[in-house]
C-alpha cells in the first residue's frame, strides 16, 4: 500500500512562546520540524511526503531542513486546520492510496507507531493512536469542582492519523469546517475508526515546559553508550625506571618498547579505540613508524580522546589494573589517576588506577614484565 505521510506545519503556536512558531524552534539542536520531517522520512513504509506550511514560512522551512537529504513536497496551507489538511490531500504523490495526518509539533514519533496505524488500515478505513484516560475527570467552572464526570472509554488523541485516501478526501470535501483533527472529520462522514496504541513520548509541544520534557524523552533515546576493553603487556629492559600512566616509577629495571613502553597508558588507549571500534594503537601508531621510537605515549592517548570527542562521545568512566609483583603501585597510584584524567580531560572521579599480582604466577609473576587491563565507557551525548 503505498503511503503518503502528510505533515501539517501551518500554524503559528503562539501559546509555546519564542521569536518563531514552534515548529521552528530549537530541540537539542535541531528544529522541531526538522525531527518530524525525518522520523517519517527514515519509515520503510511511507513513500512519500509532503509538509503543508504558512505561506510565510518558506525562508523558515529551508533553514530548518537544510543539510538533510530529503524528498519533500511542500503546500501552502490554510487558515484553519481543515483547510491545511485539504491543502495536503491535494498534493499528495500519484498512486498513493493511504495517508498518514500529522502534527508537525509531534517531533518524537516513533515507529513503532507509524506502524501500528498502517496496520490498522487493513482492517478501517481510518485509524489513529490514542491513550485511555487514567485520571479521574471533572466538571469545572469558576475555579470550583462542579460534578464528576466518568472516564471510562476516553482517550487522549494523538496523531498520525492514517485514512485511506479517497475516503478521508470524500470526507473534508463534505465537512462545513471547524474540526479539531481529521478523525472528527472522518466519524462525521460515517467512517469506521480504529484506536490503536499510542505513546506518553508522543506528545505535541504546546507550552514552553514541553520543550525541557521533549528534550529529556531525546537524552534517554538517543543516548549512545559504548564500553571498550584494552590489553597491553611490557617486557622489563635494563633500567632504573618504568613510566606507567605518564608518572616515572623508580625501580632497579625499565619497560621495553619501541615508544616509552608506559603499559598502563597503552592499556587505555586501546580500550579508548575499542569503544569506538577504531583499531588500536599499532594501526593509528606503527611500530615500524621511526617517528614513534621512544615517543611519550601521551601523543597516542590525547588522539584517542581526540578521536572520541571528534565523533561527539565523552569519557564517563575509565578503569585500569596494572598487574606485576614489583614496583609496587600504591604509592603512585594517586599521581597515576591525576595525571591520566588530566591528559583525558575528565574528573579523577572518572579515573581508577589499581593494582593487583598475579600471585608469584606466569610472567608478571616471575617479574619478566608488567600486563594492564583497562576498561573505558564513552557516552553521547
Not at 518530524?36 to 505561506?55: G, K
Not at 488500515?121 to 475527570?137: E, Q
Not at 594501526?283 to 614513534?292: R, V, Y
Request: charged share 20%; aromatic share 4%; proline share 5%.
Amino acid at each position: 500500500m503505498k503511503t503518503t505521510a502528510i505533515i501539517v506545519a501551518a500554524g503559528r503556536g503562539t501559546r509555546a512562546g519564542g521569536a518563531r512558531p514552534k515548529q521552528y524552534q530549537d530541540l537539542a539542536g535541531r528544529a522541531v520540524l526538522a525531527r518530524t520531517i525525518e522520523a517519517f522520512a527514515a519509515h520503510p513504509r511511507v513513500d512519500a511526503l509532503v509538509v503543508v506550511l504558512h505561506p510565510e514560512d518558506g525562508d523558515l522551512f529551508a533553514e530548518a531542513v537544510a543539510g538533510l537529504d530529503l524528498e519533500v513536497t511542500t503546500v501552502s496551507g490554510g487558515a484553519t486546520r481543515d483547510a491545511s489538511v485539504q491543502a495536503g490531500l491535494g498534493a499528495v504523490a500519484p498512486g498513493t492510496e493511504a495517508v498518514l495526518i500529522h502534527d508537525g509539533a509531534r517531533p518524537l514519533i516513533s515507529a513503532a507507531v507509524i506502524d501500528r496505524v498502517l496496520d490498522a488500515l487493513s482492517a478501517h478505513p481510518g485509524a489513529a493512536p490514542a491513550l485511555p484516560v487514567t485520571d479521574a475527570l471533572w466538571q469545572g467552572g469558576n475555579g470550583r469542582v462542579l460534578a464528576p464526570r466518568h472516564r471510562g472509554g476516553l482517550y487522549r488523541a494523538q496523531t498520525p492519523q492514517g485514512f485511506l485516501l479517497r475516503a478521508i478526501q470524500a470526507a473534508h470535501a463534505a465537512h462545513p469546517g471547524g474540526a479539531v483533527d481529521d478523525v472528527e472529520v472522518a466519524l462525521a462522514a460515517g467512517l469506521d475508526v480504529g484506536i490503536v496504541e499510542g505513546e506518553e513520548d508522543n506528545l505535541k509541544i504546546t507550552h514552553p515546559d514541553d520543550f525541557v520534557r521533549a528534550e529529556r524523552v531525546l537524552r534517554e533515546r538517543e543516548m549512545d553508550i559504548r564500553t571498550g576493553n584494552g590489553f597491553d603487556v611490557h617486557a622489563f629492559c635494563a633500567g632504573d625506571a618504568v613510566i606507567l600512566c605518564g608518572i616515572a616509577v623508580p625501580h632497579d629495571r625499565a619497560l621495553k618498547g619501541h615508544s616509552d613502553a608506559d603499559v598502563g597508558m597503552h592499556a587505555v588507549t586501546d580500550a579508548i579505540y575499542g569503544a569506538l571500534a577504531d583499531g588500536d594503537i599499532g594501526q593509528h601508531f606503527p611500530p615500524s613508524d621511526p617517528q614513534w621510537k621512544g615517543a611519550a605515549s601521551d601523543i597516542f592517548l590525547k588522539h584517542a580522546v581526540g578521536r572520541a570527542t571528534d565523533r561527539g562521545y565523552r569519557i564517563a568512566n575509565a578503569d585500569l589494573t596494572l598487574i606485576c609483583e614489583r614496583p609496587k603501585i600504591g604509592p603512585h597510584a594517586a599521581a597515576m589517576r591525576a595525571e591520566m584524567a588530566r591528559l583525558m580531560g575528565i574528573d579523577e572521579g572518572r579515573m581508577s588506577v589499581k593494582a593487583t599480582t598475579s600471585e608469584k604466577l606466569g610472567f608478571t609473576g616471575r617479574q619478566e614484565g608488567i600486563a594492564a587491563l583497562a576498561t573505558v565507557t564513552l557516552v553521547k551525548p
